[in-house]
């Protein structure tokens, strides 16, 4: 077997970068996202009635805001479903108390009360990435498009 030439694969690099240009960098990225619209992405079918409800309630808000687009359906459904379980493990609470007793005697806390707490927390997280919390919402920074106008003369 006789040895390749190592110097036969190798380009110079002025012509690589002539040759070969990222689609990337063809494009200005506000190019890249033009086609998303903010809009409210379509109900998917396997939804509460109470998810159904929060569905429209937040999406029309987020729609006014420019926070949401059709590439959002997944955590916005994901939104939408914890808050449906966590009204419903809140009216268990109020139905049945947040307390329990065991066959023991104990007082301990209510399945349906554990499950909402952990609703809730994991309801505030997906919340975050949509801005609805107003910790959330001060991260955001608005930039004044006119501070470049400025005469200072």
């Known amino acids: 077997m006789s040895n390749p030439n190592p110097t036969a694969a190798i380009l110079p690099l002025e012509d690589y970068r002539k040759s070969t240009k990222s689609p990337a960098t063809e494009k200005p990225a506000a190019d890249l996202f033009q086609g998303l619209s903010a809009k409210i992405p379509p109900v998917p079918g396997n939804l509460s009635d109470t998810a159904r409800k929060h569905w429209y309630f937040i999406g029309e808000r987020l729609v006014v805001a420019h926070l949401i687009s059709e590439v959002d359906l997944?955590?916005?459904?994901?939104?939408?479903?914890?808050?449906?379980?966590?009204?419903?493990?809140?009216?268990?609470?109020?139905?049945?108390?947040?307390?329990?007793?065991?066959?023991?005697?104990?007082?301990?806390?209510?399945?349906?009360?554990?499950?909402?707490?952990?609703?809730?927390?994991?309801?505030?997280?997906?919340?975050?990435k949509f801005f609805l919390s107003p910790r959330a919402r001060k991260a955001v920074n608005i930039e004044n498009p006119h501070q470049g106008d400025l005469d200072l003369d």
């Open 74 to 128: 997944g955590q916005f459904q994901i939104l939408c479903q914890t808050w449906a379980l966590y009204v419903e493990a809140h009216l268990n609470c109020e139905r049945l108390g947040e307390y329990q007793t065991t066959p023991n005697g104990y007082e301990q806390l209510a399945p349906w009360a554990v499950a909402r707490e952990r609703h809730a927390n994991r309801y505030q997280k997906i919340a975050d």
